[in-house]
T-cell receptor, first 113, second 114 residues
Framework: QKEVEQDPGPLSVPEGAIVSLNCTYS??????FMWYRQYSRKGPELLMY????GNKEDGRFTAQVDKSSKYISLFIRDSQPSDSATYLC?????????????FGRGTSLIVHP | ETGVTQSPTHLIKTRGQQVTLRCSSQ?????VSWYQQALGQGPQFIFQ???????GRGNFPPRFSGLQFPNYSSELNVNALELDDSALYLC?????????????FGPGTRLTVL
């Protein structure tokens, strides 16, 4: 079993839909939880990060962390075709004095007009 | 754009050869991390350098080595290339190695090993 599990998709939704992306994890030492967006042939771009449990909102994006269930989510409201990309969850724990992220395999999202 | 640059963009090597990949960090960042991203997978952490010292390493063999220079640019060296080393190699820079510090990724170097 991998430390971080993420459904690769693809997830195909119509423009304007609410998108829900999820990851589960097994390491209870994870403290920081991140969501990255990666367009084809580009490096990942940080969308949001959350420390410990709770919700965080930024524009159309909401990140949720439930440490008791070891489950994190990213919601995208009013999805746009430009949101079509691979979304990677990542989480980190303190290891040898630094925080090293462990990534999920990414979910491919397609938003069609 | 993140201000993190990588060279070359693409590279083709044969099994057994050695390769050096380069990364230029964003200005003011003293920490650089290297990742390997196989097709259809998430990035896997290789190692991290903070102020020219390695301060974290993932589950990669010693033939993966690195350097960070006084201007905080960095190199990833891979010896004795294997077919499974074919992947996108990403570097990411951050102000420090703290958990809340944003990592800014470069566009990556795509390595193909034949």
């Amino acid at each position: 079993q991998k430390e971080v599990e993420q459904d690769p998709g693809p997830l195909s939704v119509p423009e304007g839909a609410i998108v829900s992306l999820n990851c589960t994890y097994s390491n209870s030492a994870f403290q920081y939880f991140m969501w990255y967006r990666q367009y084809s042939r580009k490096g990942p771009e940080l969308l949001m990060y959350t420390y410990s449990s709770g919700n965080k909102e930024d524009g159309r994006f909401t990140a949720q962390v439930d440490k008791s269930s070891k489950y994190i989510s990213l919601f995208i409201r009013d999805s746009q075709p430009s949101d079509s990309a691979t979304y990677l969850c990542a989480m980190s724990a303190l290891s040898g004095g630094s925080y090293i992220p462990t990534f999920g395999r990414g979910t491919s999202l397609i938003v069609h007009p | 754009e993140t201000g993190v640059t990588q060279s070359p963009t693409h590279l083709i090597k044969t099994r057994g050869q050695q390769v050096t990949l380069r990364c230029s960090s964003q200005s003011g960042h003293n920490t650089v991390s290297w990742y390997q991203q196989a097709l259809g997978q998430g990035p896997q952490f290789i190692f991290q350098y903070y102020r020219e010292e390695e301060n974290g390493r993932g589950n990669f063999p010693p033939r993966f080595s690195g350097l960070q220079f006084p201007n905080y640019s960095s190199e990833l060296n891979v010896n004795a290339l294997e077919l499974d080393d074919s992947a996108l190699y990403l570097c990411a820079s951050s102000r420090t190695s703290g958990g809340s510090d944003t990592q800014y990724f470069g566009p990556g170097t795509r390595l193909t090993v034949l």
